[in-house]
């Protein structure tokens, strides 16, 4: 869902932005997002509309909605809306494993996302930019990793009895191959699947899969790469669960704050500009008038004196 939705989004967008007119004069991010509902809406309907893809497209059409009424397309908000409509369609899906786990590892991303827009970005000189995005790159696949990983042990440990070590490890080895393999082949068999072409492209897909499949058995072959975890009560869950969110809404609740002292804080320094210019303004005008008394004074004086 993510691949067909996002994917032509970015495609539309980068067609449209070729065009300086269109680009100039329109929202063309807007026209984009609509194209990706659409088809994402098509992919639905063609896919049977099983659990998971719908649970997928609710969340991927409160993001596009979100760029159609110009709001934040990745929120809290936007999260919480997606597991409403959710649970209203299907109040069962509450216990399934896959509802549990992707609203945890997206929650958490979220937040880590949120607090990470909040930090002043510090390039780290490597004196090459291709070494600094390929440093960016890993350290982005590192950290979603990374907060994923930690959001949905409790999730498997109490369905599966399982905690894996190495998620770290095998993302960064095989989201490569996802990112620069995987999805753009994909994406390139759907435009050329109604032309008949899509066959070498779902070749380099298929290999690509069977690669980060290899990599994924190597991962789990390696020693201590998963631990067999005594069953947790399911009150163990809820309260960790309930930990979880309540520190998810105090980040937001913290970064809600920080923004408002940051919002303070420019509120005085435009009050302060503003005083400042208020007083420059006097002065000139005082200056002006000066001036215009002298040239009165110096006219008396010629007509006097004439």
């Not at 067909?4 to 269109?22: E, I, M, S, T």
């Not at 009560?233 to 809600?256: E, H, I, K, N, Y």
């Not at 804080?265 to 001036?291: K, P, Q, V, W």
Request: glycine share 8%; charged share 15%.
């Amino acid at each position: 869902m993510a691949l067909v939705g996002l994917g032509l989004y970015w495609v539309v967008r980068a067609v449209l932005a070729a065009v300086p007119n269109l680009a100039l004069r329109f929202s063309i991010k807007k026209w984009a997002a609509t194209a990706a509902l659409c088809s994402s809406a098509y992919y639905l309907m063609i896919s049977g509309a099983t659990s998971a893809s719908t649970r997928a497209f609710i969340m991927l059409a409160m993001m596009l909605f979100a760029i159609l009424f110009d709001r934040p397309a990745i929120s809290m908000r936007s999260l919480a809306l997606a597991a409403t409509i959710i649970l209203v369609l299907g109040p069962e899906s509450l216990i399934e494993p896959g509802f549990q786990m992707s609203f945890a590892a997206v929650m958490s991303l979220i937040a880590i996302a949120e607090w990470e827009g909040t930090r002043p970005r510090r390039e780290v000189g490597l004196g090459n930019p291709a070494l600094a995005r390929v440093r960016r790159y890993l350290r982005g696949i590192s950290t979603t990793s990374l907060v994923g990983s930690i959001a949905t042990i409790p999730f498997a440990i109490y369905h599966f009895d399982r905690a894996t070590h190495y998620a770290v490890l095998g993302n960064l080895l095989a989201m490569p191959i996802m990112g620069f393999v995987v999805m753009p082949a994909a994406a390139l068999s759907m435009f050329l699947m109604p032309l008949g072409l899509d066959a070498w492209s779902l070749r380099v897909m298929a290999w690509g899969i069977e690669v980060m499949l290899a990599v994924g058995r190597w991962v789990s072959s390696l020693p201590g790469a998963v631990s067999v975890m005594p069953a947790w009560p399911t009150s163990a869950l809820v309260l960790v669960s309930r930990r979880a969110v309540d520190g998810a809404l105090a980040s937001q609740v913290a970064l809600v704050g920080g923004g408002s002292a940051t919002v303070r804080r420019r509120s005085g320094l435009l009050g302060r500009s503003t005083r400042s210019h208020h007083r420059s303004r006097r002065n000139d005008n005082r200056a002006a008038r000066a001036e215009r008394r002298i040239e009165a004074a110096q006219t008396r004086e010629r007509f006097i004196f004439r």
